[in-house]
Nanobody, 123 residues
Framework: QVQLVESGGGLVQAGGSLRLSCAAS????????MGWFRQAPGKEREFVAA????????YYADSLKGRFTISRDNAKNTVYLQMNSLKPEDTAVYYC????????????????WGQGTQVTVSA
């Protein structure tokens, strides 16, 4: 089992940047593929990015490529989401999640979830 705690959210102006962190408990962090999802008010949770166990490969929602970057540090049991050129439509609660398999883009593939961190982008 792994517990996930996100941090780094906040209020930022459009065009600004934020870096989210997700700290994992336990000794098996490197055995999990990690992902970020987000959920805006009144909308379904959507895939943002995912990264393989080693960190060698990453995946992104098509609409976010070039602005968001996922990375991980297995020695620190932490996964990151660097978000640049933020837009008001990026406003959402951002969740990190851990998966042992399945499709990287589907929430059902992720077994463990953090509590989320709010990101608000003002115009």
């Amino acid at each position: 089992q792994v517990q996930l705690v996100e941090s780094g959210g906040g209020l930022v102006q459009a065009g600004g940047s934020l870096r989210l962190s997700c700290a994992a408990s336990g000794r098996t962090f490197s055995s999990y593929r990690m992902g970020w999802f987000r959920q805006a008010p009144g909308k379904e949770r959507e895939f943002v990015a995912a990264i393989t166990r080693s960190g060698g490969t990453s995946y992104y929602a098509d609409s976010l490529k070039g602005r968001f970057t996922i990375s991980r540090d297995n020695a620190k049991n932490t996964v990151y989401l660097q978000m640049n050129s933020l837009k008001p439509e990026d406003t959402a609660v951002y969740y990190c999640a851990a998966s042992t398999g399945g499709s990287y883009g589907y929430a059902d593939s992720y077994r463990y979830w953090g509590q989320g961190t709010q990101v608000t982008v003002s115009a």
